[in-house]
């Protein structure tokens, strides 16, 4: 028998940071060790199909004789921000709303992380100040692997066939370059990951990414009128030739934004990295006009220069496969109904392995986990929502 949070408090314990600049799959030898620890708890609690495979993922069946199949998903990875693996969080119960002290040098306010106040009266874990939590995605993990335990005990009850996966990668963007829906043989799907269990997500930003170089032409300073070309210049001005609203730090909500990553360079030579990103399919494009247009004032103006823009998709808005099949939205639906939750749809400002997932031809939303503020050591799980989230995913398969 599995209990939620020795379980959670065990998978954390694990650090499974994935390297964004490694070049092999999954990026950490760390992640394929983790995936032989799950395989082995699912064997231990009856899943005894359970495998990883060439890649690393972890699928798993558990078949109740129904016509239709219902997989859950989660991430396996943590974010390469800060270092995970924690061996000494800590349990806050009945927690008052206050500002929240984790170590000698950190301190969480609640006027900067005004989330805490939706959580106050749950129990709650946070990290030491030195180490993010890990409940993004292992929240997920848990209560995946705890709703499998009881579904196993209790086939009887539900009306839906249980399918498993547990992917690496994702924190870096791969966490369903390898994934095969083949293997994974459900109807619909659902990720659990991410903030509050009283959201949902059916949206997220369209995606691209854009390189930007620039080839200068470098001569001594004391005799370069009408001849230097700076490249290290021409970066900073192109970049002044994109719209100053268009950017993270000025939108919300379904704005999109064009995101300069990096920039880096000299006289002779400069390279500038952005995402570009937009829940509108045809906003998108136009943010791809925008930065083409920017290219060629600069090569009008330069033409001494030389400068290659490239642009490439990365993800598509998984609503625009919602809007014309709305089954799993419905199953949600049903779920929270069911469990006397309220609940609300908002859109993903980022990516989901289910996005990509859908459009492998597998219907796959997001369902949250309960965990906030990731990706860093202000992170912090909420134990009763994560409890609450597996009665939630009984009522799905019932």
């Known amino acids: 028998m599995l209990d939620l949070v020795p379980l959670f408090l065990d998978l954390i314990s694990f650090d499974t940071m994935s390297d964004e600049v490694s070049t092999t799959y999954p990026s950490s030898e ?14 231990s609690i009856g899943v005894s199909n359970a495998y990883k495979d060439e890649y690393s993922l972890v699928y798993a ?17 943590t974010s390469p921000a800060l270092k995970g693996g924690i061996k000494n ?35 709650i874990i946070v990290t030491d100040g030195e180490h993010l939590l890990g409940g993004d995605d292992k929240a997920g993990i848990a209560i995946i692997l705890t709703f499998v335990n009881y ?4 086939k009887d009850e539900f009306n839906y066939n249980l399918a498993i996966s547990f992917t690496p990668d994702e924190e870096i963007g791969k966490g369903a370059l390898h994934f095969d829906i083949k293997k994974m043989k459900a109807d619909v799907a659902y990720t659990l990951d991410g903030g509050s269990i009283f959201e949902a997500s059916y949206e997220n930003f369209n995606a691209a990414h854009a390189t930007l170089k ?13 001849i230097m070309v700076n490249a290290a210049m021409l ?22 934004f064009i995101h300069l990553t990096d920039i880096k360079g000299d006289v002779e030579e400069a390279s500038l990295s952005f995402i570009l990103r937009d829940h ?27 400068l290659e823009l490239t642009i490439e998709d990365d993800y598509r808005n998984m609503f ?29 400002r980022g990516g989901t392995d289910g996005a990509t997932i859908t459009y492998l031809g597998l219907p796959c939303p997001n369902l949250g986990v309960g965990d906030f503020s990731p990706h860093g050591r202000f992170e912090v799980v909420s134990i009763n929502q994560m409890e609450k989230m597996v009665e939630i995913l009984k009522e799905l398969f019932k």
């Open 320 to 348: 625009d496969y919602f809007k014309n099949d709305m089954t799993a939205i419905n199953l949600i639906n049903k779920a929270y109904l069911n469990s006397n939750v309220k609940l609300t749809y908002s859109p993903i």
């Open 214 to 226: 620039i080839y200068g032409v470098g001569v001594h300073p004391g005799s370069a009128k009408d």
């Open 30 to 43: 760390k992640e394929s060790e983790f995936a032989d620890k799950l395989v082995e708890i699912l064997h």
């Open 61 to 77: 069946h558990v078949d109740n004789n129904k016509e239709k199949t219902i997989g859950l998903i989660a991430h396996m990875d």
């Open 151 to 154: 579904y196993i005990n209790h």
């Open 235 to 256: 970066a900073s001005e192109y970049v002044l030739l994109l719209p100053s609203e268009m950017v993270p730090e000025k939108t919300e909500n379904r704005e999109g």
């Open 280 to 306: 509108d399919k045809d906003l998108l494009e136009e943010k791809k006009v925008i930065m083409q247009k920017a290219l060629e004032t600069l090569k009008n103006k330069y033409p001494h220069g030389k």
């Open 89 to 123: 969080p800590r349990i806050i119960k009945n927690y008052d709303g206050k500002d929240i002290k984790l170590n000698d040098k950190y301190l969480m306010e609640v006027n900067e992380f005004p989330f805490l106040k939706e959580i106050q009266g749950d129990d």
